[in-house]
């Protein structure tokens, strides 16, 4: 079984800063890319950021320039940094994982459960 577990979301002001974490546990052979994706309500998810096992990272336009996304790969983390938050980047954010579990030669999706976000005054 794998599981991820995400933390640090809550209730920010318009342009203050917030660090979310991701942790993967469990028969974990090997990960991927890893990510985090967002969805507003009454708005389809989006992907915000994704990291490689290399280091290789893509934004999404909307938070390119003030976000950062990292990850250790010893500990099976992925962390996003979001700064001057907007209250359009409230959203349930969820992290993503490619994972290849021991005994299989192959990888699967796995999601967290989300942690809501919202900036707001």
């Known amino acids: 079984q794998v599981q991820l577990v995400e933390s640090g979301g809550g209730l920010v002001q318009p342009g203050g800063s917030l660090r979310l974490s991701c942790a993967a546990s469990?028969?974990?052979?090997?990960?991927?890319?890893m990510g985090w994706y967002r969805q507003a309500s009454g708005k389809q998810r989006e992907l915000v950021a994704t990291i490689t096992s290399g280091g290789t990272t893509y934004y999404a336009d909307s938070v390119k320039g003030r976000s950062t996304i990292s990850r250790d790969n010893a500990k099976n983390t992925v962390d996003l940094q979001m700064l001057s938050l907007k209250p359009e980047d409230t959203a349930v954010y969820s992290c993503?994982?490619?994972?290849?579990?021991?005994?299989?030669?192959?990888?699967?999706?796995?999601w967290g459960q989300g942690t809501q976000v919202t900036v707001s005054s």
């Open positions: 993503n994982a490619n994972i290849a579990q021991y005994g299989s030669t192959w990888f699967q999706n796995f």
């Open positions: 469990g028969s974990i052979r090997t990960i991927n890319a």
